[in-house]
């Protein structure tokens, strides 16, 4: 069940929300570092995300899934979101160089769809960044955070999905290493847990961040040589000639020219 968008916008309003969107954001910057000139888009509910990207970018597009609902942005100026059947978005081929997409992917019915149209939408080398809730983090197990609705995923099974759409992952991360609580402590400290967590690499991360790029051609399975075997021939029959029975004709054709002698 996908989570209304006013649930959304008050967990970002909230102390949890502002440390959560700051550690996902670093990771976004830092594979997004430079976008001048290009068309970006967010989809989910990605606004808290994009807001840097509004002073370089050519434009900058927030699709809202229409289950989900639609807030304007940004606050001031004329609006850049739009709610969108995530599986039939409003814009032509290859019109998009980034993409991010968070609270999106675990909370629809047809991920494929979605993914699929991302690579429509994508120009060719585009790449796309993927946030979702990780299955063996704690923010999955509770509900109390928009990461704890919808589906979580494995990194195999994430892996799995993106490139049976024609994605070639690039970069994985995990982040929210914090427990999802409001406490002052764990918030004064999450700066220094997400260090340790990222810096050992350990698994367990509230969420999994995917970069991948858009592949233009299917890849084609290569048939290995060392399995492959030539078919058996079968020998050719000889035609017999007229009037010679076929075992005289065998026995003539197996034996070996005689010899003449030499003219004395």
Not at 2 to 10: E, G, H, M, N
Not at 27 to 50: D, E, H, M, W
Not at 78 to 90: G, I, Q, R, W
Request: some cysteine; hydrophobic content about 40%.
């Amino acid at each position: 069940m996908a989570i209304d968008v006013i649930d959304l916008r008050s967990f970002y309003s909230s102390s949890l929300g502002e440390v959560a969107r700051r550690i996902v954001h670093r990771i976004v910057r830092q594979r997004f570092s430079n976008c001048t000139g290009y068309s970006i888009l967010g989809v989910g509910y990605a606004t808290p995300y994009l807001d840097v990207f509004r002073e370089e970018a050519v434009r900058v597009l927030a699709f809202m899934p229409a289950e989900q609902g639609v807030v304007n942005w940004p606050p001031s100026g004329l609006s850049s979101s739009a709610l969108v059947e995530t599986h039939a978005m409003p814009l032509p081929n290859s019109c998009i160089d980034r993409a991010l997409v968070i609270h999106a992917l675990e909370i629809t019915d047809h991920p494929r769809d979605l993914l699929s149209e991302i690579w429509r939408i994508l120009t060719p080398g585009g790449r796309v960044i993927v946030v979702v809730p990780g299955r063996s983090g704690l923010w999955a197990r509770l509900d109390r955070t928009p990461f704890g609705h919808g589906r979580p995923y494995s990194r195999g099974q994430l892996s799995e999905l993106m490139r049976e759409s024609l994605f070639s992952p690039t970069h994985w991360s995990e982040a929210l290493y914090i427990p999802p609580f409001q406490r002052r402590t764990w918030l004064h400290a999450a700066d220094f847990i997400e260090e340790i967590g990222v810096g050992l690499s350990l698994p367990g991360g509230g969420v999994l961040i995917v970069e991948a790029t858009k592949l233009l051609y299917r890849p084609i399975a290569v048939r290995n040589p060392l399995t492959y075997r030539e078919p058996r021939q079968q020998p050719v029959l000889l035609p017999t000639p007229a009037g010679v029975t076929p075992g005289v004709a065998a026995r003539a054709a197996g034996a070996a020219p005689a010899c003449s002698g030499s003219a004395g």
